[in-house]
């Protein structure tokens, strides 16, 4: 009897010995992104003179001159872009005087269609908030979620004679879970433009 289990004792153990071996293997790795750096928030004042309205954008930002709005020219020169080379954003600034040509409801009909009419089929959710500025300038601020091409569109109004409208765009394949962290970034600076809005 001692015989038998003293050899299913070494059986066992050479098995064990056998089989316990470490071998090389590779756990899948989750997929990442690369860790983005984000500077210091720090705004300067845009005002430049024959412009209607004035605001403060991040100092990390560049503002130029709109020259074309799809192929053609935008129907006037108060039309700029709040450039971000370090993320490859762009937040395109539209702004047309209230007349009886362009009438408000016109243009908060045309505001409401570019947040969901071209959205619509790729967003997950579109949420509208109205806002009110420190400057009593009112407006709605548009969410959408899921890999739209904007993430961020704005548009205010005094309702007598000035709208501006604001869209953030990325120059990159849209992907809510890659852009998210940016446009969570960037939506604070939209943030303080919007609440530094005044018009001339």
């Known amino acids: 009897m001692k015989k038998i289990l003293f050899l299913i004792f070494t059986l066992t153990l050479c098995f064990a010995i056998l089989f316990s071996c470490n071998s090389n293997y590779t ?5 990442g992104y690369f860790k983005i750096d984000f500077p210091e928030k720090k705004y300067k004042l845009f005002d430049q003179a024959g412009y209607p309205y004035s605001f403060e954008y991040p100092d990390y930002a560049t503002i130029v ?7 053609d020219k935008p ?13 490859a954003g762009r937040i395109y600034i539209s702004y047309k005087v209230i007349t009886s040509r362009n009438k408000l409801d016109s243009l908060v009909s045309d505001a409401f269609k570019m ?5 619509v089929t790729i967003s997950t959710g579109i ?3 109205v806002m009110k500025t420190p400057n009593g300038i009112e407006g709605i601020y548009f969410s959408l979620s899921g ?15 000035n709208f ?6 990325f120059n990159a394949t849209p992907n809510a879970d ?23």
């Open 27 to 31: 756990i899948g790795k989750r997929k």
């Open 65 to 71: 001159k709109d020259t074309t709005f799809f192929e």
């Open 75 to 87: 129907e006037n020169p108060w039309w700029i872009n709040v450039d971000i080379p370090q993320f």
């Open 115 to 119: 947040a969901y009419k071209q959205h």
């Open 127 to 129: 949420t509208d908030s």
């Open 147 to 161: 890999n739209t091409a904007t993430a961020n569109q704005f548009f205010l109004t005094d309702s007598t004679k």
């Open 164 to 169: 501006l409208r604001g869209a953030l765009y």
């Open 178 to 200: 890659s852009l998210g962290i940016v446009n969570d970034f960037l939506k604070q600076d939209i943030k303080h433009l919007i609440n530094t809005l005044k018009w001339k």
